[in-house]
T-cell receptor
Framework: KQEVTQIPAALSVPEGENLVLNCSFTDSAIYNLQWFRQDPGKGLTSLLLIQSSQREQTSGRLNASLDKSSGRSTLYIAASQPGDSATYLCAAPLTGANNLFFGTGTRLTVIP | EADIYQTPRYLVIGTGKKITLECSQTMGHDKMYWYQQDPGMELHLIHYSYGVNSTEKGDLSSESTVSRIRTEHFPLTLESARPSHTSQYLC?????????????FGSGTRLTVV
């Protein structure tokens, strides 16, 4: 079974700061790694999808990297804004598995 | 616009009632999933389907049942709701995870059983 860990569990930063969220996984036999955003009481919004053969993906102020050999992924958020406040989840489906294994999430608060 | 829809968004219902949570997707994805999430907790897979007439139970035991009669529709039913079923239920779909396709999630149904 895949174990996915996210550090830190919670993060509070002033507006404008650059920040890094970390995700680690125990089994590197993954199809891809996906980063999601979840607002309180809402569903999941996909932010970035990195294929197992890729090293990074970028979308606007977001950049996600993947290092399969070390079982790590990072999500970099540039110039943070109060609207970025949410819980960020990473998920890594194992090859041959029927499930998307989620981390426990990082709850981000960006202070105006 | 291709998307995945869940209704109702919120539901408060009395103990013992039968309820069906709806999930529909317009992307033609074969694979669909139901996850359960308690507040502040992890998502747990409760049901999945790889296509029409295919349904399987997930990692977390659930008293709910599902059906997949049409590709686009994957409803979840609780025959007799109990307060322990109070939770958020999230539906997702993916075309082909084994080819690296990502998952798309609906907005969720927040269920409260009183």
């Amino acid at each position: 079974k895949q174990e996915v860990t996210q550090i830190p569990a919670a993060l509070s930063v002033p507006e404008g700061e650059n920040l890094v969220l970390n995700c680690s996984f125990t089994d590197s036999a993954i199809y891809n790694l996906q980063w999601f955003r979840q607002d309180p009481g809402k569903g999941l919004t996909s932010l970035l999808l990195i294929q197992s053969s890729q090293r990074e993906q970028t979308s606007g102020r977001l950049n996600a990297s993947l290092d399969k050999s070390s079982g790590r992924s990072t999500l970099y958020i540039a110039a943070s804004q109060p609207g970025d406040s949410a819980t960020y989840l990473c998920a890594a489906p194992l090859t041959g598995a029927n499930n998307l294994f989620f981390g426990t999430g990082t709850r981000l608060t960006v202070i105006p | 616009e291709a998307d995945i829809y869940q209704t109702p968004r919120y539901l408060v219902i009395g103990t013992g009632k039968k309820i069906t949570l709806e999930c529909s997707q317009t992307m033609g994805h074969d694979k669909m999933y139901w996850y359960q999430q308690d507040p502040g907790m992890e998502l747990h897979l409760i049901h999945y389907s790889y296509g029409v007439n295919s349904t399987e139970k997930g990692d977390l035991s659930s008293e709910s049942t599902v059906s997949r009669i049409r590709t686009e529709h994957f409803p979840l039913t609780l025959e007799s709701a109990r307060p322990s079923h109070t939770s958020q239920y999230l539906c997702a779909s993916s075309e082909s995870p084994e080819r690296g396709d990502g998952y798309t999630f609906g907005s969720g149904t927040r269920l409260t059983v009183v």
